[in-house]
């Protein structure tokens, strides 16, 4: 039903499959919330190496995500008072991030604050376990992938417009590593919500995969009207 609770589109897939782009462009068409939930992980990593508190102690960790004070204002995301958008895209705390999100007491710390973002008149949430686990209930559930030499490929460039030195080949290997983690982990694997959509972009653009959700979604919603 998508006129009895706020509905709620769950965008999730690997890192670099475009999801982030199509799930931010796909809340501004339909002037939805939006949740990055990733970053709430990274903000989590982020702090946790300010503070030196050891990754693999669950305990510490899951007590630094519930004490989170973060921010999310447009484009701007905010810790204890400074802002972190550009710092939690380092390569240490996406390395970090993904340690950090294999543990489940970090996961439910975090479970009831994903949950706040769900505001009328709707949400897209883009993540790995957006349709598996935090929104069970969405309204539509897409998983987004593409080939790990196109999320590759997409990273470099990213990487190199920002003026980092890498190549292809070690970041493919990255890629493949952080794939490896984040689908074979215990706590909420990476893996497609049962009935979720497979949106494969490595050959679309940015453009075709936004147009593709919001043209479900309001399929699903003028279904329903009638
Ligand atoms: O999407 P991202 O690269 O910003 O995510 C950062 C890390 O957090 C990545 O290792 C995957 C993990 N993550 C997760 O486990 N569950 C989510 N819902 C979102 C991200």
């Known amino acids: 039903m998508i006129s009895s609770t706020t509905p709620v ?13 199509v799930a931010k462009e796909a809340s501004r068409v339909l002037d939805f919330h939006y949740l990055d939930s990733g970053a709430l992980y990274r903000l989590v990593a982020l702090k946790a190496l300010r503070e030196a508190t050891p990754l ?19 484009d701007a995301i905010v810790l204890d008072g400074s802002e972190v958008s550009a710092a939690i895209r380092a390569e240490a705390v996406s390395e970090a991030a993904s340690r950090v999100a294999a543990l489940p007491g970090v996961r439910s710390a975090l479970l009831s604050r994903q949950r706040g973002f769900r505001r009328p008149p709707g949400l897209v949430a883009e993540g790995r ?8 209930d969405a ?6 992938t593409a080939s790990p030499e ?3 490929r997409r990273r470099y460039n990213q990487l190199i417009e920002k003026g980092n030195y890498i190549t292809i080949d070690g ?40 147009a593709f959700v919001v043209g479900k979604y309001r399929a699903l919603a003028a279904a329903e009207r009638h």
């Open 56 to 74: 693999h102690d669950e305990a510490a960790m899951a007590a630094t995500a519930s004490r989170l004070n973060a921010v999310f204002d447009n």
């Open 171 to 210: 970041l493919l290997r990255d890629i493949r590593e952080r794939d490896a983690r984040d689908s074979t982990r215990t706590a909420a694997p990476l893996k497609a919500a049962p009935g979720a959509l497979i949106l494969d972009t490595t050959n679309l653009t940015i453009d075709a995969a936004t």
């Open 9 to 21: 589109i769950a965008i999730d897939g690997p890192a670099a499959s475009g999801k982030g782009t």
């Open 150 to 152: 196109e999320r590759a």
């Open 129 to 136: 376990d957006m349709g598996t686990v935090v929104f069970p």
């Open 139 to 144: 309204v539509l559930k897409v998983f987004v």
